[in-house]
């Protein structure tokens, strides 16, 4: 299947500062990024849809001014959460749909936000 | 009504068993019809996908599709202890005229050595 990649991994920061992930499809170009975040033993919740070139559309109840999303080019978006805080501490995922209209999502490896 | 709806489990089953895991749709012209595994601590990983009524085969996974009833299915075969994992279904809708994979909440499989 296709690669996605997601960075960092893992990250720990101070509570008031911005933490910036990166999502990129390495061997396909992915005109639609979604980004999810999975609070433990409960399934993915979908944030926002990233589309190249466009705004990103936030799901109901998404701060959009506090996950600032942008997706510059085909095979790159990134999340940036904004004045962290403790309860943004989740894991956070993000998946990309495969080239010329498919509709097979490959995700990335997600991203483990500590908030301290 | 959920627009994705799972058994949350925990589901157990023997060694070598066939392990059945369930979802229901509410969207009636969802086309593109996915089955993600995810371990524990990692991102979802693709297992299957679905697109017309009946039965598709991979190795050990049968993913089984019935669009009037809205239903669709993973069957694991001679079931590994490597398959203990939770299952998420997901269905492509179009809401509000953007595309979306919608999830299920997932079950959560166990299988016993």
């Known amino acids: 299947g296709a690669v996605v990649s997601q960075h960092p991994s893992r990250v720990i920061c101070k509570s008031g500062t911005s933490v910036k992930i990166e999502c990129r499809s390495l061997d396909f170009q992915a005109t639609t990024m979604f980004w999810y975040r999975q609070f433990p033993k409960q399934s993915l919740m979908l944030m926002a849809t990233s589309n190249e070139g466009s705004k990103a559309t936030y799901e109901q109840g998404v701060e959009k001014d506090k996950f600032l999303i942008n997706h510059a080019s085909l095979t790159l978006s990134t999340l940036t959460v904004t004045s962290a805080h403790p309860e943004d501490s989740s894991f956070y995922i993000c998946?990309?749909?495969?080239?010329?209209?498919?509709?097979?999502?490959?995700f990335g490896q997600g991203t483990r936000l500590t908030v301290v | 009504q959920k627009e994705v709806e799972q058994n949350s489990g925990p589901l157990s089953v023997p060694e070598g068993a066939i392990a059945s895991l369930n979802c229901t749709y509410s969207?009636?012209?969802?086309?593109?019809f996915f089955w993600y595994r995810q371990y524990s601590g990692k991102s979802p990983e693709l297992i299957m996908s679905?697109?017309?009524?009946g039965d598709k085969e991979d190795g050990r996974f049968t993913a089984q599709l019935n669009k009037a009833s809205q239903y669709v299915s993973l069957l694991i075969r001679d079931s590994q202890p490597s398959d203990s994992a939770t299952y998420l279904c997901a269905v492509n809708m179009y809401i509000q005229g953007a595309q979306k994979l919608v999830f299920g909440q997932g079950t959560r499989l166990t299988i016993n050595p």
């Open positions: 998946s990309a749909l495969a080239g010329g209209g498919g509709t097979e999502a490959f």
């Open positions: 969207d009636r012209v969802s086309q593109s």
């Open positions: 679905i697109y017309s009524n």
